[in-house]
């Protein structure tokens, strides 16, 4: 099972930026798909974007599609996502995870990723 860990959270102004990276060991990301989630306080985890290693395809939530934009580096087993015109409701601990037989198509579910990072917290504030 791949093993994950987020970097890059921090304190930013709104309209701001951010590039979180999430880094892959244990396993390459080869043919697994990965996911970006958040979770507020008191409120549910949100997919926020997804790529599919197999083919370079991507999804994201209708309320980033537009500012945010995930990649990755299948050379050093790196995902990344950047975070442009950063709001105030983007603010919450962001969580990469992983699946090795999952394709993202048509939505992004927490229950659908096997291996899961610890997150990093973003805050969106002046």
């Known amino acids: 099972q791949v093993q994950l860990v987020e970097s890059g959270g921090g304190l930013v102004q709104p309209g701001g930026s951010l590039r979180l990276s999430c880094a892959a060991s244990?396993?390459?990301?080869?043919?697994?798909?990965i996911g970006w989630f958040r979770q507020a306080p008191g409120k549910e985890r949100e997919g926020v974007s997804c790529?599919?290693?197999?083919?370079?395809?991507?999804d994201y939530a209708a309320s980033v599609k537009g500012r945010f934009t995930i990649s990755e580096d299948n050379a050093v087993n790196m995902v990344y996502l950047q975070m442009n015109s950063l709001k105030p409701d983007d603010t919450a601990v962001y969580y990469c995870?992983?699946?090795?037989?999952?394709?993202?198509?048509?939505?992004?579910?927490?229950?659908?990723?096997?291996?899961w990072g610890q997150g990093t917290q973003v805050t969106v504030s002046s």
């Open positions: 995870a992983a699946d090795p037989d999952l394709y993202c198509s048509g939505g992004i579910w927490a229950t659908d990723f096997t291996s």
């Open positions: 244990g396993s390459t990301l080869g043919y697994h798909a």
């Open positions: 790529i599919n290693s197999s083919d370079g395809s991507v």
